[in-house]
């Protein structure tokens, strides 16, 4: 099961944790196993490209205590005004793709946001 949580403040991310990894299933085309899940490639994926573009922006300051695998613990710090629009449309861009994966696989991810 992979657990996300999301911490948003007036729209914008201000911490991100996720952990664990979803269970490869039998798919429906080939009726064998899998050699990864789609689910937690998905997650994966919103996730690294969250992280990654937090890391280049130098208008956002970012505190990454893990960035492992099935393991991510980030927090962002100071916004520059100028990059809270950019940042708003980061957030509601995870948030749309994280709901998404959690409709098509509801038994694979717990998506909590406070």
């Known amino acids: 099961m992979i657990r996300c949580k999301l911490d ?36 994966s994926t919103l996730i690294r490209s969250l992280g990654m573009l937090l890391e280049k922006s130098e208008f956002i300051v970012i505190d990454v205590e893990t960035f492992e695998p099935g393991d991510v613990k980030l927090k962002v710090g100071q916004v520059d005004e100028s990059a809270e629009d950019w940042l708003r449309g980061l957030t509601d861009m995870l948030i749309q793709g994280l709901e998404d994966v959690k409709r ?3 038994d694979q991810i717990e998506l909590e946001r406070t």
Not at 15 to 23: C, K, L, V
Not at 25 to 31: A, N
Request: proline letters at 5%; glycine letters at 6%.
């Open 8 to 43: 948003i403040r007036r729209g914008l991310l201000t911490r991100i944790e996720s952990t664990g990894h979803a269970p490869v299933r039998k798919t429906w085309l080939t009726r064998k196993s899998a050699r990864i899940s789609i689910a937690c490639a998905a997650v």
């Open 104 to 106: 098509d696989f509801p």
